[in-house]
């Protein structure tokens, strides 16, 4: 029996002392050690022991976080109030800076993201935030990334979302996609004419050097109106055309 109780009691020292000197650090993670609160050293993954009650381990997580900012109202340079929203990814790349240079990075990181968010894009008119967004994304990420570096933090992306514009200018730019497709239209549209009416003197131009393209033009005239069912078709001689012409040249010469 008091064997039994000496070996109870040895194990529960034995979990006492040896427990709290075990930690298990994950394959993502990495283990910060201070020994009365004095940085001593890094953690790899795996199996790691310390002196227990002398010793203190923090981990962190090395993974690439995602971010999402709230939606903030942002005055561009020409004036415009939109609302944007945006993604941040980052990850911890050193620990000891993550730990020892900042209270709380994720924090820290999420601050910085929403100045320079509301910095550059105030700085933007809307037009370029709406056509080169992947300029601005860059933009805001190296910004970013240069304030959060020191803290052993590294942004590695920066997405805006979503830009919510107001209704009046969503309207207002909708009138103006439009009015641009009614001119593109009609500028299509005279372009063809123009060409059309090239053609048809260049056709001019050669049926007047030889009269005889005329005659077979009036002949695959007449084969295409009698493909019709419904039209009953008379087939002049053009000479009729020209002697016809001569006679009213002659009575109106002879009248005056």
């Known amino acids: 029996m008091i064997q039994l109780i000496n070996l109870i009691v040895f194990l529960v020292i034995a979990v006492a002392v040896i427990g709290p000197a075990v ?96 910095s550059v894009l105030g700085q933007s008119e809307l037009d370029e935030l709406l056509a080169h967004r992947d300029q601005i994304n860059e933009m805001l990420q190296k910004i970013i990334d240069d304030h959060t570096e020191p803290w052993g933090v590294q942004v590695t992306a920066v997405e805006v979302k979503d830009v919510l514009l107001p209704e009046s200018l969503q309207r207002a730019m909708a009138r103006q996609a439009e009015a641009e497709r009614e001119r593109r239209a009609k500028i299509v549209h005279a372009e063809g004419e123009q060409q059309a009416s090239e053609k048809l003197a260049q056709a001019a131009h050669v049926i007047a050097g ?32 020209g002697v016809v012409q001569n006679a009213l040249a002659a009575r109106d010469k002879n009248g005056s």
Do not use: C, H
């Not at 910060?32 to 923090?58: A, E, H, T």
């Not at 077979?216 to 000479?239: C, F, H, K, N, W």
């Open 23 to 118: 930690k298990v650090v994950k394959q993502w993670e990495r283990g910060v050690v201070l020994r009365f609160g004095r940085y001593i050293g890094s953690r790899s993954p795996g199996l790691n022991l310390i002196i227990p009650y002398l010793d203190r381990m923090l981990k962190v997580d090395t993974r690439v976080e995602t971010m999402v900012l709230e939606p903030q109202e942002v005055i561009t340079k020409d004036n415009v109030t939109v609302q944007v929203d945006a993604v941040v990814y980052f990850q911890v790349i050193n620990p000891e800076d993550a730990m020892m240079k900042v209270m709380d990075y994720e924090q820290a990181t999420t601050q910085i993201a929403l100045t320079t968010l509301r």
């Open 210 to 241: 030889e009269p005889i393209s005329l005659q077979l033009r009036y002949l695959q005239t007449l084969v295409e109106m009698a493909g019709e069912r419904s039209s009953t078709i008379i087939p002049l001689p053009l000479d009729i055309i």
